[in-house]
């Protein structure tokens, strides 16, 4: 039988950037470090399925 | 959570979210788990370019009253506009690409009648727009107007007389006014500072004026020595490149405020040696023109990025996957330090632009402070 691999989110742009000559990256969450992205992205990914599968 | 669409890319696909407002890179097993169609994107090499921008900055007029001292489009009162119906068309064209996000600015937009129409007219097409401006006459009619834009920053590069310094005329107080405006009407609102030599020691007085407003963010924008502003010497000494990101941090913390930082700043960031994990996760990186973002100019080309001459003239959709070639290409072909450098691959060697104002649009950006020790160490030739 084969395993299916869960499908991950590989990155996360929030809100809009609004400036039109570059862009804004918000650096608020490089405080938190890889761990605290890590979470962010297996929530996502959870709520992102849920959402489809309403 | 809401979805409002998916757009599949070589590595899987982009999702969108309407709530939060968000853009999430998925791989494809997570884009089939969604319901998303099989894309033959899947069978290229993921590493390509992607199939279109996520964001497209339209400057849509060198046109300005202002006469910003630094002004990077050298707008004047009279300067060249977008007219509605080539605006239009480029929407239309952008969103059959699958664009997210087009950013407004110029130039003064709030000066162009036609702004507005435009910015419905991407609502209409499914383009989230988001606009720059000065602030300079804005009514509360025109304020809540500005309801159909996503973001809105007002440009507010120092507080009170630092203002003046910073631009050339003193429009704090209409800036302000702009700000509480359009705070009264949404919670989308922002500031946009340029960070020069000069402006550097004002920043945290703008960081209390975010907070003060409870404006959703404050975005710090590099000095570039374009337009008008190369006649100007405001590029941030090396002490204040280094300082730049720890300021940054220091704001986030005691004020509380969200900050970003323009993708020109990526190497004063990453010379901090932040978690790369983090960085490539939230999206922190440096040059992504040609790539994630491409620019409209007011006369109907097209550039990598807004600080650079256009290229493409014409259909971007048709241009696009062999366009920008000297974006795309520097990681690939860089030159040291850059080569050597393990933020190499998220910082992309800086800003083009910057570059390219100081001579050779494929070196090393100068203002990097990793740049600077090798060109120290360097030993001199041999006569």
Redo the contacts between chains.
């Keep these: 039988m084969r395993l299916?691999?869960?499908?991950?989110?590989?990155?996360?742009?929030?809100?809009?950037?609004?400036?039109?000559?570059?862009?804004?990256?918000?650096?608020?969450?490089?405080?938190?470090?890889?761990l605290?992205?890590?979470a962010?992205?297996v929530v996502?990914?959870t709520?992102?399925?849920?959402?489809?599968a309403k | 959570m809401r979805i409002a669409r998916a757009r599949a890319e070589r590595f899987g696909g982009i999702v969108e979210l309407r709530k939060p407002r968000a853009l999430l890179q998925v791989d494809k097993a997570l884009m089939r788990e969604l319901g998303e169609p099989e894309s033959p994107l899947w069978s290229l090499d993921p590493q390509g370019p992607l199939s279109a921008p996520t964001e497209v900055h339209v400057v849509l007029s060198r046109r300005c009253a202002a006469g910003c001292r630094g002004c990077y489009v050298d707008a004047t009162p009279q300067g060249a506009a977008l007219p509605f119906d080539e605006a239009c068309r480029i929407l239309d064209e952008l969103a059959e690409m699958g664009v997210f996000h087009v950013a407004l600015g110029g130039g003064e937009a709030l000066e162009l009648d036609h702004l507005f129409a435009v910015a419905e007219h991407a609502r209409k097409r499914g383009i989230t727009p988001n606009l720059t401006t000065s602030g300079l006459g804005l009514d509360a009619a025109a304020a809540r107007r500005c309801a159909v834009f996503g973001q809105i920053n007002v440009s507010v590069d120092g507080v009170g007389p630092a203002y003046a310094q910073a631009r050339g005329f003193d429009g704090y107080a209409h800036a302000e006014k702009a700000l509480r405006l359009l705070r009264a009407v949404k919670r989308e609102v922002g500031i946009n500072c340029v960070v020069s030599r000069s402006s550097f020691e004002h920043v945290p007085e703008v960081a209390r004026l975010v907070r003060k407003l409870r404006l959703n963010e404050l975005e710090l924008l590099r000095f570039k020595p374009v337009g008008r502003g190369a006649r100007l010497d405001e590029e941030l000494t090396p002490e204040q490149a280094r300082a730049l990101y720890p300021m940054a941090r220091r704001l986030i913390l005691r004020h509380r405020i969200r900050v970003k930082l323009d993708c020109s700043f990526a190497p004063m960031v990453f010379w901090h040696r932040p978690s790369r994990a983090a960085a490539a996760f939230f999206g922190v990186q440096g040059c992504v023109g040609g790539d994630v973002l491409a620019a409209v100019q007011p006369e109907g080309g097209i550039s990598g990025c807004s600080f650079t001459p256009a290229t493409v003239e014409g259909s971007l959709r048709q241009a696009w996957p062999d366009a920008f070639g000297e974006f795309r290409g520097f990681v690939a072909n860089a030159p040291e330090p850059c080569a050597s450098c393990e933020y190499l691959a998220l910082c992309r060697g800086g800003c083009r632009a910057v570059s390219a104002a100081h001579g050779a649009f494929a070196a090393p950006d100068p203002g990097c402070p990793r740049v600077q020790e090798h060109s120290r160490k360097r030993p001199l030739p041999i006569v």
Excluded: I
């Design positions: 299916l691999r869960r499908g991950r989110v590989l990155s996360a742009t929030f809100g809009c950037n609004p400036n039109s000559s570059s862009l804004g990256v918000d650096v608020s969450f490089l405080l938190f470090g890889s605290f992205a890590s962010v992205a996502l990914g709520l992102l399925r849920r959402d489809a």
